[in-house]
């Protein structure tokens, strides 16, 4: 998997990635996260991925404390896709963890097609040539 230089990162993406070093630097090289190219989303998203990554972390430190010591989540893709929020990554999580991840990863998805992708704002997917879910105001000013 490729890594990304952290220093590409915008600020609030490199302060979430410092946050959630489990997720985002565990097994990536000096100075590289696991994000393939960073987060491919707007600000408005960033509060579902650091709910994710919150999770996750509280995932991961549970397990290496009681029945699994190797547990991981790590992250690879963050992105837009067909206007809702995508996640790519990988995990060793034991069952029922590992379900709880992927329920709650769908969750956010479908929270992330009533949140605005640019202001976090309640939204709608809107049609185009792209769907995005955006809020009025940034659908009129897409328009």
Known sequence: MKEFNKEGLEPWEFELVARYPLIFLEGAEPGECNLRYGFEFGYGWKQLAEDFASMASKLVEHLRTTTQP????????????????????????????????RAYQSHLEAKSERTCEVCGKWAKIRPGGWRKALCDEHFDRAA
Do not use: C
């Open 70 to 101: 190797d547990a991981f989540v790590h992250s690879f893709i963050w992105k837009e896709k067909f206007g809702s929020l995508t996640w790519q990554g990988d995990d060793n999580l034991v069952e029922p963890f590992g379900v709880l991840l």
